[in-house]
């Protein structure tokens, strides 16, 4: 819609509906029928017949648990990582080597990881009701941050927070991966790739993860021993 310049407004003018209708199938409020889809598309741009294609299979199958793939140079699928964390009441992140992007101060995203004055991942921290979060960390990804004492106060903060879990793991037998439980998409698993994205609703998928999850919580610890004795180690060296 915003590629084809459009607004809520002019797009449902320029399609004849109104503008509750547009506004429940872009929500996900309702099933889009296929001759509504088509209309969509071809308003909006999408030329590609096999892009085209691929959105009316997934419409007509939509009742089916499938994947996705997210790829850095195409928006095709709308439904970014993003999108699912503002939608979720709860959200599990592993993160064995590496902080999610929930944890990073504001001054580190905004240097390292986009020109954005915003960070849209952190905004579900201050929303009202924010989801139930819980964040399991390898010790890799702790110590990796033992040089900034900042980010260690920040990391320590966000831990306190009432809604948060922070737990802290040695065991980092499987790649990162984020649960999500979404209000419109149910449970969905995401897995972050080299160039892409992954995401599956497959149920023997997420019960392997949820299994997974189970696992790692079981061998896990407080983080706030260490956190505080590695910001210790800051306040005791003179300035």
Same mark, same amino acid.
């Given at each position: ?106 001054? &580190? &995203? ?26 399991? *960390? ?42 999500? &439980? ?6 969905? *698993?995401? *897995? ?25 919580? &079981? ?21």
């Amino acid at each position: 819609m915003q590629a084809a310049n459009h607004t809520n407004t002019t797009l449902a003018a320029t399609l004849g509906w109104d503008r509750s209708k547009l506004s429940r199938l872009t929500g996900g409020q309702r099933r889009v029928p296929l001759p509504d889809l088509v209309h969509l598309l071809v308003t909006c741009g999408h030329t590609s017949k096999a892009d085209r294609d691929q959105l009316l299979a997934l419409a007509t199958h939509h009742r089916v648990p499938h994947h996705w793939q997210n790829h850095l140079n195409t928006d095709l699928y709308a439904t970014t990582q993003t999108d699912l964390e503002h939608d979720s009441i709860a959200i599990t992140y592993y993160a064995p080597t590496a902080l999610p992007d929930i944890l990073h101060t504001p001054e &580190h &995203h905004h240097a390292h990881l986009t020109a954005s004055p915003l960070v849209p991942t952190q905004t579900i921290l201050t929303r009202p009701n924010p989801p139930k979060i819980t964040i399991i *960390l390898g010790t890799p990804a702790l110590h990796a941050l033992a040089a900034n004492p900042d980010r260690l106060r920040h990391l320590a903060a966000t831990g306190r927070r009432p809604h948060i879990s922070l737990r802290l793991t040695t065991d980092l037998s499987t790649g990162p991966f984020t649960l999500l &439980h979404t209000h419109v998409c149910g449970k969905v *698993l995401h *897995l972050p790739l080299h160039t892409s994205s992954l995401y599956t609703e497959h149920p023997a998928t997420l019960r392997a993860y949820d299994a997974i999850t189970t696992h790692l919580l &079981h061998n896990t610890t407080g983080p706030t021993p260490i956190l505080n004795r590695l910001i210790a180690v800051h306040e005791r060296i003179p300035a």
